[in-house]
C-alpha cells in the first residue's frame, strides 16, 4: 500500500533531487539540507495565503501534493544553487496544486427542504 503523507525529510529530499545536488545512493549535505528546510515554512505559508494549496503540517504531506511542492521548494531553492529561478515553472507548479487540492464533487443528491 502506498504512503498517504510524506514527512518534511522527504519533501527536502525531493527537492534536492530534483535540483541534481543529491547525489545517488548518498546522503543529503546538512548544509544543502539546511538551505532547502530554511524555505519549506515560508513556501507552505505562501501556498495558503494565495489560495494554492493549504498544508497545515509540514510533517505530513499529502501524498497527491508531494510532487508539485518538491518541484516548488527545489524552484524556490535554485538561486542558492547556481540555478536560474524559473517563473513558468512557479505557475505549472502552483496551477497543478490547485487542481489537486481543489473541493471534489461528491454526486450525493442534495435534500431539499420546503418551507
Known amino acids: 500500500m502506498s504512503e498517504i503523507t510524506k514527512t518534511r525529510t522527504d519533501l527536502i529530499e525531493r527537492a534536492a533531487s ?3 545536488v543529491l547525489p545517488a545512493g ?3 549535505s546538512d548544509e544543502d539540507a539546511a538551505t532547502l528546510g530554511a524555505l519549506v515554512d ?3 505559508r505562501q501556498l495558503a495565503l ?3 494549496a493549504d498544508v497545515a503540517d509540514s510533517d505530513a504531506v499529502p501524498a497527491e501534493l508531494f510532487l508539485p511542492l518538491a518541484r516548488l521548494l527545489a524552484n524556490e ?3 542558492s544553487f547556481g ?3 524559473s517563473l513558468d515553472a512557479k505557475l505549472e507548479n502552483e496551477r497543478q496544486l490547485r ?3 481543489a473541493t ?3 454526486r450525493e443528491p442534495q435534500k431539499a427542504t420546503y418551507y
Do not use: W
Request: hydrophobic share 40%; proline share 17%; no cysteine.
Open 18 to 20: 530534483e535540483l541534481g
Open 26 to 28: 548518498q546522503p543529503l
Open 42 to 44: 515560508p513556501l507552505l
Open 50 to 52: 494565495d489560495d494554492v
Open 77 to 79: 531553492a535554485s538561486p
Open 83 to 85: 540555478i536560474a529561478y
Open 99 to 101: 487542481r489537486l487540492a
Open 104 to 106: 471534489r464533487p461528491t
